[in-house]
């Protein structure tokens, strides 16, 4: 008779839900550093697809062929940012069952707002932390 070992191993990260549509975004020191890599990547995209909007003659006020183009940059800009951040082929998969791109860009834009402030928040915590210590050991040595 063989004895079986069993491990359990936990996925490291955290789920994503954009509606009914779910991701997982892993944390694991692999996971993170293909993100970082395709951050490189967006950040081009990104160049690349706000210079073709500035080649938009009537941005203000597009015609029928120019909201097109708006459109279609948009998506692209779009799906640049969610499968830079969720993996390829994750926004075809939210666009897919919720079909309006400035919606997507807006809940983009605000996920990515609310994570700076976070952050800010976080370090200025631990700014005033210190200080607070620093404070109390130099009244300690007075």
Do not use: C, H, W
């Not at 892993?26 to 160049?47: I, M, S």
Request: aromatic content about 10%.
């Amino acid at each position: 008779m063989t004895n079986k070992l069993s491990f359990q191993i936990e996925k490291k990260g955290f789920p994503i839900n954009i509606g009914e549509v779910e991701f997982f975004f892993g944390t694991t020191p692999e996971e993170l550093t293909r993100f970082f890599d395709t951050q490189a990547e967006f950040e081009e995209q990104v160049k690349e697809l706000k210079q073709q909007l500035k080649q938009i003659k009537n941005i203000e006020q597009p015609e029928k062929e120019d909201a097109i183009k708006i459109i279609d940059l948009t998506k692209s800009l779009a799906k640049a940012e969610y499968d830079s951040l969720l993996g390829k082929g994750s926004f075809e998969k939210i666009y897919s069952v919720y079909r309006d791109v400035e919606q997507l860009i807006d809940l983009f834009a605000e996920a990515i707002e609310k994570e700076a402030l976070k952050r800010k928040d976080t370090l200025s915590k631990k700014k005033a932390d210190l200080l607070k210590k620093k404070a109390l050991k130099n009244k300690k040595k007075k």
